[in-house]
């Protein structure tokens, strides 16, 4: 009874064709959703879940967790659930978890499979299975067994102190997740630090974060450290990073006369002159070619100065522990603001010359 007289039927429940019951193969749109469906949809989803830190292994590559199990089946459902059109005349196909079912152990999802027809909504329920899959993720395997694939080591041009330790570390915690997740070590070293990564490509990525960013020199070698299952050679990658001080250390001494560190470009790396106020540049490769030509400012070297007169570009200063020692400095008003007379300053002492430093390198 599908079509009489040009006029059409569904041959199961014999509505007849409107814009409210459009006619779909013969079938009206509710007969042929309780028949057919409006997509094939999986019986069984298996999902392969970290059973330690969550993470959830996808197209053969594992991600964060989204937080609870009921949270990663749902992202899992919306945007991997394979759900196969019924009919092409269906657009727009979109899966929703609408209740999670627990029985015996066993979990279970109803999800709400909804796609377009002519501008109309149309939607049907589902009931998927979901098979949990327990595996350790990469990470986690290589911590439990204290196995890594690369180091790398984080070393400075001077003796490592208490300053080098403390701006790599605070280097590290501001690296991104998908970098600090394939850590499984960090060493504190008389030397240095030591990294240590499961994933030697993240490895190289951390030491040209170093490099782009803190001006470092990178030295890479290998060693064999076994065989895997097929036989062929392993090798464990060691990156060498060396940090220049003054990108942490801000202030030092070049040529014997005080800079600090003002800005830091891919390319270049931008200095104070605390003599003459005015910025001068080195380029990467210029910089390590003068690396030794740096030296370390002694906290004996920085004083607290009093302004006892200004003329003509100079200050004239006494030292407030010792008011017998004074010195004359050079400045610019730009750089050194709010100098008065009577005011407390610091200041960079070298062979009997001041040098004085402007506030915002003293915050």
Not at 78 to 103: A, C, H, Q, W
Not at 166 to 178: G, V
Not at 302 to 330: C, F, H, Q, W
Request: contains cysteine; proline residues 4%.
């Amino acid at each position: 009874m599908g079509d009489v007289m040009g006029r059409k039927f569904c041959v199961k429940c014999g509505i007849e064709e409107d814009e409210e019951h459009p006619i779909i193969e013969n079938l009206c749109i509710n007969c042929y959703l309780e028949l057919k469906g409006l997509a094939k949809v999986p019986k069984e989803l298996t999902i392969t879940r970290c059973p330690k830190c969550g993470s959830l292994r996808v197209s053969g590559r594992w991600i964060e967790s989204s937080g609870s199990l009921e949270d990663d089946v749902s992202f899992l459902l919306r945007n991997y659930l394979t759900v196969e059109p019924i009919s092409n005349v269906f657009r727009g196909y979109e899966v929703k978890p609408l209740e999670f079912i627990y029985d015996r152990g066993k979990l279970k999802v109803l999800i709400e499979v909804s796609a377009e027809y002519r501008g109309r909504l149309l939607s049907k329920t589902y009931i998927v299975n979901v098979n949990i899959k327990k595996t350790l993720c990469p990470r986690c395997f290589a911590l439990s067994g204290g196995s890594y694939e690369a180091i790398v080591q984080l070393r400075t041009n001077v003796k490592v102190d208490s300053e080098f330790v403390k701006f790599a570390y605070k280097t590290l915690n501001e690296l991104p997740p998908e970098v600090t997740s394939a850590i499984t070590e960090v060493e504190d070293l008389r030397e240095g630090i030591n990294v240590k990564l499961i994933n030697q490509s993240i490895a190289r990525r951390l030491a040209m974060h170093y490099q782009r960013r803190y001006c470092a020199k990178i030295i890479e070698s290998r060693k064999r450290v076994g065989f895997d299952r097929s036989g062929r050679s392993k090798y464990r990658l060691t990156i060498s990073v060396r940090i220049p001080s003054i990108v942490y250390r801000r202030l030092m001494l070049f040529n014997e006369k005080p800079v600090a560190l003002k800005e830091v470009t891919k390319s270049k790396v931008c200095f104070l002159d605390l003599e003459t106020g005015k910025v001068f540049r080195l380029g990467i490769n210029e910089l390590w070619r003068n690396i030794n030509r740096f030296r370390d400012i002694d906290e004996g070297m920085i004083k607290r100065l009093k302004v006892i007169s200004l003329r003509g570009g100079r200050a004239y200063l006494m030292d407030i522990e010792n008011p017998a020692e004074t010195y004359t400095a050079t400045y610019n008003p730009e750089v050194v603001q709010e100098l008065r007379v009577g005011s407390e300053v610091r200041a960079v002492v070298v062979n009997g010359k001041a040098y004085l430093i402007p506030k915002i390198l003293l915050m």
